[in-house]
């Protein structure tokens, strides 16, 4: 009996154990901790799941490195993902429809097509801009404070369409000793 519960507890403790962060954000952040993570649905639909690792400075609005992935959970023309963002963009009020223009043409310029699985990451550069990442491989450095605050504030902007996975995301943002 003591035997099971050992290993009961061993099992439990296994499963509650943190998630490995993937091999480029350890690159980008060093010390990478997961802070949340949640799904983005659209008429019950999953379009993908998303996941925020922070360093361990933690979150803060003005700018701390970040990683924000997302696992798509459906084939999506990375032009209309694009269109999606930036019409988000608008929504949070970032940028002028000028910006907006000129980042929508970099974002379908950077954008792929992506499959059930495609993983697509943001690497947040506190004023400098923005890295992606399409499955863990470099696609493009995009240097623009500007485009990279209204990009990261599609999910984390207190007026983000989406505040339910905003929360799940920033769940565990505190800084750590």
């Known amino acids: 009996m003591r035997a ?3 290993a009961l507890w061993w099992l439990c403790g296994s499963l509650h154990a943190a998630p490995a962060a993937p ?3 350890g690159q980008e952040l060093g010390a990478a901790r997961l802070s949340g993570q949640g799904n983005y649905t659209w008429f019950g639909l999953k379009i993908y799941a998303a996941e925020l690792w922070l360093g361990p400075q933690g979150y803060a609005a003005d700018g701390v490195p970040l990683v924000l992935e997302l696992r798509y ?3 999506l023309n990375g032009a209309r993902i694009a269109d999606a963002s930036v019409e988000q963009m608008a929504h949070i009020g970032a940028g002028s429809p000028a910006q ?3 980042w929508l043409a970099q974002m ?3 954008f792929p097509d992506v499959q059930d699985g495609t993983r697509l990451a ?4 506190p004023g400098q801009g923005v890295r992606f990442y399409r499955d863990g491989q ?5 240097a623009d404070p500007a485009f990279a605050r209204a990009f990261f504030g599609i999910w984390l902007d207190p007026a983000t369409s989406a505040p339910k996975l905003r929360e799940a995301l920033l769940r565990d943002a505190a800084a750590r000793p």
């Open 4 to 6: 099971w519960l050992i």
């Open 23 to 25: 091999a480029y954000v």
């Open 73 to 75: 959970a459906r084939a």
């Open 100 to 102: 907006r223009s000129a």
């Open 108 to 110: 379908k310029a950077i």
């Open 122 to 125: 943001g690497v947040l550069l």
């Open 138 to 142: 470099l696609l493009a450095t995009v």
